[in-house]
């Protein structure tokens, strides 16, 4: 059985059990793996990013009081709150569902309480967006209840609202949006000034590798600030809103005026934006080879000019590429741990997924996770 189902049947039968009746609505939101674009969303720039058979449910039934009451299954943990009395001090997972009600009921969204039970088997910290998966998640099921519109592109924006300004991490539109409009069997070329998504069919002879590393993140928010603080910088230096706006004819002629360390922080977001661009290119084509060059250099240029790799995530992009199959590898996802992904030959798949682990297990002590992984619609409710 494939882990969403398993994770939606356990969903179910927890609210039962937990409730005593049957759910009224049972939402799902994908995380996401990113194939190239890192540090581009907050740049107004380039991602591609599709959504994972990984991802977060809830299952709610509406209560004829405005309280929540919801039980997170995979914590065994649940609380109670009153949807007028939502309170910022409280942290954990508690503070994405307040979060995420706060910040509909901002939008305009009228909320109703609800008992439910939440359990995700995207992994936390891994690089493949599980806050996301849970804002929208809550987001789709409080707009059912509501009985209003589900405008995905707008939801999207009122979770990374929720995840700014409530959460606190300064995050950009990327998770939200790839959460919120995936397709089935698509990469989305997102636009992150404009919101525009062009669907990208993936090549059928290619399969997306997932390559979870065993690490996770650590100190991630102040490095986040920091590169986003040095960006903002570069931008100013060249007299833009963003460094989307720099070309890299522009980059490279003023680029010596720079300091080293800014010069290489704006020249990854510059090079990586033509790269994301030049990817949605290669994926229509069918061309494999060029998107695995693609990836290759994005790793290149995150670890080396962004410099928000890490050993163990260098170390299983080495282990990948030396694979049977492989057409290219990169970390994914903001970095300083958590995951890769590789785009692998499918007929060369397993004989690729053996040889990582055996590779990375001989040159890390870390115990790595390989997995193929199928691209999934976003955010969707089932009555
Ligand atoms: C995290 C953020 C995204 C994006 C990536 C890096 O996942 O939430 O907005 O900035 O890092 O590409």
């Not at 997972?93 to 995207?122: C, F, H, K, R």
Request: contains cysteine.
């Amino acid at each position: 059985m494939s882990p969403p189902i398993s994770v939606r049947e356990r969903v179910m039968a927890a609210f039962t059990h937990h409730f005593g009746r049957q759910p009224a609505l049972l939402a799902r939101a994908p995380g996401r793996v990113n194939l190239i674009g890192e540090h581009t969303d907050y740049n107004d720039g380039f991602v591609l990013p599709m959504g994972i058979d990984r991802a977060a449910w809830l299952a709610v039934r509406p209560r004829s009081d405005e309280r929540v009451h919801v039980y997170a299954h995979d914590l065994n943990d649940e609380a109670t709150f009153d949807l007028n009395a939502l309170d910022r001090a409280q942290r954990g997972w508690v503070a994405y569902i307040q979060g995420t009600l706060w910040a509909l009921g901002e939008a305009g969204v009228p909320l109703v309480g609800w008992d439910g039970v939440l359990a995700s088997n995207v992994p936390r910290g891994a690089g493949l967006s599980s806050s996301a998966a849970v804002e929208l998640v809550v987001a789709r099921a409080a707009v059912a209840l509501a009985g209003t519109l589900w405008d995905a592109p707008r939801m999207a924006k009122v979770a990374q609202r929720a995840e700014n300004e409530w959460v606190g991490m300064a995050c950009g539109i990327m998770d939200q949006m790839a959460s919120a409009c995936a397709r089935r069997d698509h990469a989305l070329l997102l636009d992150c000034r404009s919101l525009a998504i062009e669907y990208v069919p993936l090549p059928r002879d290619v399969v997306t590798v997932v390559l979870d590393t065993g690490t996770r993140r650590g100190l991630v928010d102040s490095a986040y600030n920091e590169r986003r603080a040095q960006c903002e910088a570069a931008a100013a230096f060249f007299g833009v809103s963003a460094l989307r706006d720099v070309d890299e004819a522009t980059f490279a002629a003023r680029a010596h005026e720079l300091d080293e360390c800014t010069r290489r922080r704006a020249r990854h977001v510059i090079t990586e934006n033509a790269r994301t661009l030049a990817a949605a290119e290669a994926l229509r084509n069918g061309d494999d080879k060029r998107m695995g060059d693609l990836m290759v250099a994005s790793h290149a240029s995150l670890r080396d000019d962004f410099e928000v790799s890490m050993p163990a995530l260098d170390a299983m992009v080495e282990c990948a590429l030396d694979a049977p199959g492989c057409y290219g590898a990169r970390m994914t996802g903001a970095g300083f741990g958590g995951c890769a992904v590789a785009l692998v030959a499918a007929d060369q798949a397993e004989a690729f997924c053996k040889q990582v682990v055996a590779c990375y297990t001989a040159r890390t002590s870390h115990t790595p996770q390989v997995y193929v992984c199928h691209a999934e619609d976003g955010a969707d409710v089932e009555a």
